[in-house]
């Protein structure tokens, strides 16, 4: 597919800002002449992913054609057009997809925008409908009225979350456990969440990160072990074994490592974005580069956990000895920026936390490696968030 115009960057923006999901494709000559158009790696994900069709599972010729149904967008209109999905006998089956009148829309080589939705494929041409404009319009259109429900759909779980939270802000309540980890498993179960350490989100989709404001500190991100296959050392064991110190009865290593600086146990980050590797490094003689983690690893991670998140902030009280939570706001992220997150490891804003400790039993628990990131700093990662007050 071809570069982008500055235009059509712009009304992709505007797609991505209203959380609408697409996937693009581009028209050549030769295919709206032939009605015929590859569907490219992207677009195959995208329905595969959506769960609109598998061609991995679908057997060549036109008699396992698939057809669904789908529109095409004009700027006061939509037309209906059937989506045709198959494999050909020729050319190893390679997978194609058509629109049919696609011709009098487009024109060779514009870009299409696809979106799954509500049993429709979804076709809006990117370059020429005028997309912020219908989105800022004060009156109804069809892609307007689209991405409303599309939003609608899409919001039915926050809705219901945030409902629940504004019940359980109505009054304090007591912690669970003495723990800095508590403000969390507390909100988790007055949610009726079962504790446990899946890496999956929280809540039908949605990851639950609470925290004390007042205290400000960074907000946890994901927890990623490094690649051992890729790394000198092959465990959190070596890791321990190799920097780790006596506090009272605990052997550990529990601290904070960044790529600005050193930390008192000579440990620092380095982004290596040749390689595409994030390299923890020791100034200890004859350690240097330890453990690896392939950055795209780490974005699959970020991707998967910060989906959709809700960050709720907490004021902490002491009612009769005991400490007390009054959760009192959300900020609701969606999608991550995926480049921001080597560029804030690079400034520091995004940062490592070990937590390893070997036990009475000998037994070594790691919690981590958590990647954080400081306070007040999710819109460096994230498109602009909601804010919601529990209290009102």
């Not at 595969?48 to 057997?59: T, V």
């Not at 049993?119 to 912020?132: A, E, M, S, Y």
């Not at 925290?211 to 064991?237: C, H, I, M």
Request: charged letters at 25%; proline letters at 4%.
């Amino acid at each position: 597919m071809r570069t982008l115009t500055t235009n059509e960057e712009e009304k992709l923006k505007v797609l991505t800002e209203n959380s609408v999901s697409i996937a693009l494709i581009e028209p050549t000559e030769t295919g709206l002449k032939k009605s015929i158009m590859d569907a490219t790696g992207s677009v195959r994900n995208y329905l595969r992913k959506n769960n609109f069709h598998d061609y991995s599972l679908q057997s060549q010729g036109p008699e396992n054609k698939i057809i669904i149904e789908g529109l095409i967008y004009e700027e006061n209109s939509v037309s209906k057009s059937n989506t045709s999905l198959y494999r050909p006998n020729t050319k190893s089956g390679d997978p194609r997809i058509w629109f049919s009148g696609l011709t009098k829309h487009a024109n060779p080589n514009d870009i299409l925008a696809l979106i799954c939705f509500d049993g429709k494929i979804h076709v809006l041409n990117l370059t020429q409908l005028p997309v912020k404009k219908l989105m800022d319009s004060a009156l109804i259109n069809p892609l307007k009225e689209l991405v409303q429900a599309i939003n609608e759909v899409e919001n039915v779980i926050s809705n219901e979350l945030l409902l629940m939270l504004r019940k359980i802000a109505k009054t304090p309540i007591p912690s669970m456990v003495n723990a800095d980890t508590s403000v969390g498993r507390t909100l988790e179960t007055a949610l009726g969440i079962d504790i446990n350490s899946s890496k999956q989100p929280d809540y039908k989709g949605i990851e639950l990160k609470s925290y004390r404001d007042s205290k400000g500190n960074r907000k946890n991100l994901f927890a990623q072990v490094p690649e051992w296959k890729l790394s000198k050392f092959k465990s959190s064991a070596e890791i321990l074994d190799a920097f780790g110190y006596w506090r009272e009865d605990d052997f550990k290593l529990y601290c904070t490592v960044s790529a600005i600086t050193r930390n008192s146990q000579g440990l620092t980050l380095k982004v290596d974005s040749d390689i595409n590797q994030l390299i923890e490094n020791s100034d200890k003689q004859g350690v240097g580069d330890f453990v690896v983690w392939t950055l795209d690893k780490l974005h699959e991670r970020l991707l998967e956990k910060h989906k959709e998140t809700f960050w709720v902030a907490a004021d902490t009280m002491q009612i009769d000895g005991r400490e007390h939570f009054q959760y009192k706001q959300v900020e609701h992220t969606k999608k991550p920026i995926v480049s921001q997150f080597d560029i804030l490891l690079e400034q520091g804003v995004i940062t490592l936390d070990h937590l390893i400790k070997r036990n009475s039993k000998g037994k070594v628990v790691e919690k981590g490696p958590i990647f954080k990131i400081k306070p007040n700093s999710l819109d460096l990662l994230f498109p602009p968030s909601d804010c919601y007050d529990l209290m009102n």
